[in-house]
């Protein structure tokens, strides 16, 4: 068996980083809403960890925290204007439009807000 050598992820691939901020973001939202916790940094590294590996790719440990940290600005700024009811709507609405086949204003309009808290 010949196992694949994992890729680290191009500094330049900011789509893939920005998709892993929104993920993150629809997870945190949906642990919050369904359990009333909020992800630490250190799990929403691990599950950056274990997404890219799904892929054969990876990034280092810093880049990982720091696409957490930017996803846990989000999520709470999120949450902080929300109703319960508009919380868990929203957070099935990301958790939805992780599929490719479903498309989402709301997931279009989080999309271009991680990408903007990623860029800043």
């Given at each position: 068996m010949i196992l694949k050598k994992t890729e680290h992820l191009p500094a330049g691939d900011k789509g893939t980083r920005v998709a892993l901020v929104y993920a993150l973001v629809a997870e945190r939202l949906g642990i919050y809403y369904e359990h009333g916790q909020w992800?630490?940094?250190?799990?929403?590294?691990?599950?950056?960890?274990?997404?890219?590996?799904?892929?054969?790719?990876?990034?280092?440990?810093?880049?990982?925290?720091?696409?957490?940290?930017?996803?846990?600005?989000?999520?709470?700024?999120i949450a902080a204007g929300l109703s319960r009811e508009a919380g868990l709507h929203t957070a099935h609405e990301l958790s939805e439009s992780l599929s490719v086949?479903?498309?989402?204003?709301?997931?279009?309009?989080?999309?271009?807000?991680?990408?903007?808290?990623?860029d800043s």
């Open positions: 992800p630490t940094v250190a799990q929403g590294a691990a599950l950056c960890a274990e997404w890219l590996a799904r892929s054969q790719r990876s990034l280092a440990l810093p880049e990982r925290q720091h696409l957490s940290e930017v996803s846990d600005g989000l999520a709470r700024g086949n479903y498309s989402s204003e709301v997931g279009a309009a989080i999309m271009v807000e991680c990408e903007r808290a990623l």
